[in-house]
Structures are given as structure tokens and as C-alpha cells.
């Protein structure tokens, strides 16, 4: 396997450290950012001289701009660049304030575009490179308590999935990473809770917090294994526009597109009742 220049947003832990984990064990240079440089520091001690850390909020466009000029020149060209920082919140959407609504956005969506967007034009130079960013079998499929999170990475995949059409001509592949459960911090302490307000949600909600705090720490995902699969892709002449990991996510996805599917089908007759007689079809 040819040495690739890696950057990964949010590797102090979860999985941006198990993707960066990986890609060094691989062979590979990775320029990881964080959040303190204590997390730096600790990063650069996984494998020094092939492990760059740099502190960054993916929310300041510039300072993202920066980093990835700065790892260009200093660290070398970039060949994979993974748009991972993020975070979940959890809450019903009545529940929800829209201040953190925004603030899930902000991150998710915008700090992965910023990520992504300084990263596109020193590949397309170059005519080559790999854009990914992590979204979620949340991107695909939804769950009560979850609106502005599956919001945000449904949002983030439509931006991917166009990025990539548009991209392909350059010779840059992009890809949607779309985990289910893995055993990490994202269900325990690396989680928001919105606070409950309606005592008219308990029935629903209240089972299925419960039910992911207690499966905190026990999830079904290897977050090494993800990593090697990640580093897999990153490898071959025609990766996916979309990699699902997990079996839980696998079986999740599926049924949520195959009901979509079904609603379609269902009332395809009335969708086809608001043409006009004649027009331009795309």
C-alpha cells in the first residue's frame, strides 16, 4: 500500500482516534486535530513523526482554513481527508430548544462543509484525493428523540452525495460514513440531553434513554475493526459513495429505505396527478 497524508477532525477519541489508530498502524501520516493540547500531545505520542496534532474548533472557518494550508505544506499534499468532529443530541423535538438545534447544525453540518471545503481545492489541483465525512445510519434512517441529530446528518448527506457528482471529474472520490452503534463515548458522556419538559413524551422516550444509557459501553461496534475498514477504502481504485458499518446499521438502514420505497409505491398514482399535460422532464 502506497504512504498516504491523512487529516481527521476530532481524534482525541471515539471514532476519529480509531480511524487515525488505524491509518498509522497502516503506515500512514495523519494530522489529527483536537480540542487542548494535552489531547495533542497524546495524539502525537501514538506514533511520532507520523502523527501530527493540531488544535482546532471546526466551527471557525478560518482557523480550519488555516490548518489544512499550514498541514499542506508542512505535514505534506493530502490524500484522505475524513470531516469526523461531531456529536449527538438527544431530545424530542418539541423538547429541543432551537439554540441547540443550531449549535447540532453548527458542527455537524457546517464543520464538516468547512472541513471539507478548505481541503477541495489543493485535490482538485492535484486531480486526485479522497473526501469523507462521517455521518451516520442516522443519515439514513430516524428515531424518536434523535430529530436534530438525524436532521443534521441527513443534511450532511445530501451535501455529500452531490459533492461527490460534481468532484468525480477531478479524479476526487468522496464518501459518506455511516456508522451504527460502536462502542464508544457517543451515547455516554459525549452526548447532549435535552432537557424533558412534556410529561406527554414519557411513554415513548423515556424507554428509549433508558435503554441507550444502558447500552453505553456495550455497543455492538468494534471501533478498531471500523478503522480498518476505513483505511480498506481509502485503498482501492473505486471506493463507495456510502459504507455502512455495523450489522445493527445494515439491518436499521435497510428497513427504514425499504419503507420509503413503499410509501413511494403506494401513492405513486397521486404523485403523478400534479404534471402538467406537457413539460420538460429532468
Known sequence: MQKQNWLITGVSTGLGRAFAQAALDAGHTVAGTVRSEEDRRAFEELKPGDAHGRILDVTDDHAVS????????????????????????????????????????????FGAVATLQAALPHMRRRRR???????????????????????????????????????????????????GSFRTDWAGRSMTRAARTVDDYDELFEPIRAARQKASGNQLGNPAKAGDAVVRIASVDQPPAHLVLGSDA????TTARAAVDEDIRAWETLSRTTDFDEGAQL
Open 66 to 109: 488555516d490548518v489544512i494550508t499550514e498541514v499542506e505544506r508542512g505535514v505534506g499534499p493530502l490524500d484522505v481527508v475524513i470531516a469526523n468532529a461531531g456529536y449527538g443530541l438527544e431530545g424530542t423535538f418539541e423538547e429541543t430548544p432551537l439554540a441547540e438545534v443550531r449549535r447540532q447544525f453548527e458542527i455537524n453540518v
Open 250 to 253: 445494515l439491518r436499521l438502514v
Open 129 to 179: 484525493g479522497h473526501l469523507m465525512a462521517v455521518t451516520s445510519m442516522g443519515g439514513l434512517m430516524a428515531v424518536p428523540g434523535m430529530s436534530a441529530y438525524c436532521g443534521s446528518k441527513f443534511a450532511l448527506e445530501g451535501i455529500l452525495e452531490a459533492l461527490g457528482k460534481e468532484v468525480a471529474q477531478f479524479g476526487i472520490h468522496v464518501t459518506a460514513i455511516e456508522p
